[in-house]
């Protein structure tokens, strides 16, 4: 998988050619392409003003797009209430149907891991003075594909976003009053960390400090949030090849300069060097595009039942996003950004998505737990020796002074949904993580249970006895009522909160509190949840 640095300095690259282009904006076999992000939904980062002033640029955005071979059939970009930006369908979209094409040349685009590496556009070369630096940052290795040097752009440039409501933005002590969450609060801070030195590294190797911060923080926020990404690297389908080779056989075999098999050879290798070249040593490599696809980026997601699907057109060298359910005229079209957590969500995109089937809630490490309270609710204390054998099993979880500094996930990316410290996971699925119930079997044991499972913490990860499974529910159902009474406000004092905020259009709540409170809402729900599954 890709380190975050590797998106954070593709998006600079775009940010840096964009500023030296003095652009306005400153801030099948069909291959399924992963949305990462666009423009928001529920509570979204962006303002109903800015959603207006956006939207005046959208008209300039639809007539580049035309004027570029972009197609559209049934949809069009509309403002969606409390939520900027999609798309929305102009009539009944039957399911299948071909809803966006967008040819590749019109996008921006990154492939990593490439062998040739390095900053090859004419455009980076003259900005950089330390090559070598600059080469060593991963997502640069193929920038030639990116050309901001001319202004074919700027509408679509200029139809994004000048600003995200992300927790990166916020204050230290707004992120640790609003979000009442000490897992999000740490990420974020590791976040801020190893954005800062890939900022100092890329300013590095240019020939002057011509990004500023807060320049650099958009571009990576605009690159992280619309990128979609996808394992093909290769070339587009290319028939002129294939007619060339067929006509090179033809005149072999036809002046009698070899036999005809000897000519059918030499076409299979052809064939097979192809694909060699677009699907092996891509996949051999690791190699894996993203792709800034303008008009297609402003699909919103939706975790469950998305209604239409992006992906790339080998064949005719495009993108697409085509409709996989049928929708009736006046819907948003939805997309899904893949399996992402609120916690990544607001913290990449700006967003909070209701009753969302992957948000997670990450408590602190079992180390940091107050056993005494928990012996007190088993009505007993803890046998001694046990809490160092959890710890050699390392199911005990890291002390905060030797959390990492950059943690890597699916996409590698920095992000709260990461678990550095080991911390004790709940789903809103499942709940409590097993493992975590395993550790406690063992941690309540009994002498005797203790015996019996061999004095080896792996032989608790089924039931030992039912007096035993009950004490450990006990011991778990505590600390989470802990962590929650622990809160400074209550759920319901929360949705009601929210609620008063909707009511009222004069409310003092502003957005980045409107928010929190949204994304604290759900996190108590978790925990509220996996409370209740204990019982």
């Not at 737990?369 to 809490?387: K, N, Q, T």
């Not at 890291?398 to 004790?424: Q, Y």
């Not at 499972?453 to 039912?466: D, I, K, L, R, Y």
């Amino acid at each position: 998988m890709l380190k975050v640095k590797q998106l954070i300095e593709v998006s600079t690259l775009w940010l840096a050619l964009s500023l030296r282009a003095s652009m306005a904006f400153m801030p099948s076999e069909r291959l399924s392409i992963r949305t990462l992000k666009q423009d928001g939904f529920a509570l979204s980062a962006a303002s109903a003003t800015t959603s207006s002033s956006r939207q005046k640029r959208v008209a300039r955005l639809t007539e580049w797009g035309a004027s570029n071979e972009v197609k559209t059939g049934g949809v069009a970009i509309q403002s969606i209430p409390d939520s900027g930006l999609g798309l929305v369908s102009t009539q009944e979209v039957p399911s299948g149907s071909l809803l966006v094409t967008v040819p590749a040349s019109v996008t921006l685009s990154v492939t990593s891991g490439s062998l040739l590496g390095g900053p090859d556009d004419i455009s980076v070369e003259g900005m950089c003075t330390d090559r070598r630096t600059f080469r060593e940052l991963p997502w640069l290795n193929n920038v030639s594909s990116i050309k901001l040097e001319t202004s074919d752009l700027k509408p679509w440039l200029e139809s994004l976003p000048n600003t995200f409501d992300t927790p990166i933005r916020w204050e230290k002590s707004q992120r640790d009053d609003l979000l009442q969450y000490q897992h999000m609060s740490e990420s974020v801070d590791r976040q801020k960390t190893a954005w800062t030195n890939y900022f100092d590294k890329l300013n590095s190797a240019l020939d002057k400090d011509i990004i500023s911060w807060d320049q650099f923080l958009l571009g990576c926020e605009l690159a992280r949030s619309r990128a979609f990404s996808g394992g093909y690297t290769g070339s587009p389908f290319n028939p002129l090849i294939y007619a060339f080779t067929l006509l090179l056989v033809t005149v072999y075999a036809g002046l009698g300069l070899g036999t005809l098999e000897q000519a059918a050879n030499g076409a299979a290798l052809v064939f097979c060097a192809s694909v060699l070249r677009d699907f092996v040593v891509p996949k051999l490599f690791k190699t894996k595009k993203y792709v800034i696809c303008p008009i297609i980026d402003m699909a919103n997601h939706r975790s469950v039942g998305p209604t239409a699907n992006v992906a790339y057109e080998f064949f005719t060298d495009a993108y697409s996003l085509s409709a996989t359910v049928q929708s009736p005229k006046d819907t948003e079209i939805f997309i899904s950004y893949g399996e992402r957590s609120n916690d990544q969500l607001l913290q990449y995109y700006g967003f909070v998505e209701p009753d969302n089937p992957y948000d997670l809630y990450v408590m602190p490490p079992i180390r940091e737990w107050d056993i005494a309270s928990l012996e007190v609710a088993c009505g007993r204390p803890f046998a001694s020796g046990r809490l160092e054998k959890l710890d050699r099993a390392g199911l005990l979880g890291k002390p905060i002074s030797a959390a990492l500094t950059e943690e890597e996930e699916d996409d590698g990316e920095i992000s709260s949904s990461g678990n550095p410290r080991g911390g004790v996971v709940l789903t809103r699925a499942a709940g409590i993580d097993p493992a975590v119930i395993q550790a406690l079997r063992a941690l309540v044991s009994t002498d005797e249970e203790w015996e019996a499972a061999g004095e080896a913490v792996g032989n608790f990860a089924a039931m030992v006895s039912t007096e035993n499974e009950q004490r450990a529910r006990l011991a778990a159902r505590t600390a989470l009522e802990q962590e929650l009474q622990a809160k400074p406000t209550t759920l319901e004092e929360d949705q009601e909160l929210l609620k008063r905020s909707i009511a009222s259009r004069s409310s003092s709540m502003d957005d980045t509190e409107r928010l929190a409170v949204q994304f604290r809402i759900e996190k108590k729900k978790i925990l509220q949840s996996s409370i209740n599954m204990l019982k």
